[in-house]
């Protein structure tokens, strides 16, 4: 079966700190990854996508994640983080079917 | 653009009541999705739409909950009778793409539901 998972649930950093958010996924077969981001009161929203190509792949807001398929990872990067970015951060991965999403990681940026 | 509307944002019943949830996507969009998020749990889909027919419902507990899509455009999502472990957040999705989990997925706000 499908499924993805999230190392850490809660994740507290200072601004400026540098921030890795670890996924990987468990599937056979060719995927479409992404992260979404859902800020305090606001609704889901794309933040990165991996379909084909260089597996570095930049988002908005100065996020980027790398596609390892050897390691089945996908992890979320920023080398600097902000206030603003405080919010529960999830991975998922499409296959033919669903989209798959793992259980989030919440993370707290402090002032 | 407006996005995905969802209603009611908030709704406390007690077990054994029922309950219904409206979506309406963002226009033109073909596929419509439910999901539901159990608190510290990630969305899990309940079933997908493309237009007004159903592409996937198999993680839709049939005996008690039911969608539809009369029109191909907004939707209802219902549960009868309500369960304590049907408090979640039921979010609806829309993509534009018609069939393909490429992920590009537009979410509403949801709407949170209690079960007392």
């Known amino acids: 079966a499908q499924s993805v998972s999230q190392h850490n649930h809660h994740v507290i950093l200072s601004e400026a700190a540098s921030l890795e958010l670890g996924c990987n996924y468990s599937y056979g077969g060719t995927v479409n990854l992404f992260w979404y981001v859902q800020y305090p009161g606001q609704h889901l929203q794309l933040l990165l996508k991996y379909f084909s190509g260089d597996p570095l792949v930049k988002g908005i807001k100065g996020f980027e994640a790398e596609f390892i398929k050897s390691k089945f990872s996908f992890n979320l990067r920023k080398p600097s983080v902000q206030w603003s970015d405080t919010a529960e951060y999830f991975c998922a991965f499409g296959s033919a079917r669903q989209l798959t999403f793992g259980s989030g990681t919440q993370l707290t940026v402090l002032p | 653009e407006a996005g995905v509307a969802q209603s009611p944002r908030y709704k406390i019943i007690e077990k054994r009541q029922s309950v219904a949830f409206w979506c309406n996507p963002i226009?033109?969009?073909?596929?419509l999705y439910w999901y539901q998020q159990i608190l510290g749990q990630g969305p899990k889909l309940l079933i997908q739409?493309?237009?007004?027919?159903?592409?996937?419902d198999s993680q839709l507990p049939k005996d008690r909950f039911s969608a539809e899509r009369l029109k191909g455009v907004d939707s209802t999502l219902k549960i009868q009778p309500a369960k304590l472990e049907d408090s979640a957040v039921y979010l609806c999705a829309s993509s534009l793409v018609a069939g393909d989990n490429t992920g590009e997925l537009f979410f509403g706000e949801g709407s949170r539901l209690t079960v007392l």
């Open positions: 739409f493309q237009n007004n027919g159903v592409v996937d």
């Open positions: 226009s033109g969009h073909a596929t």
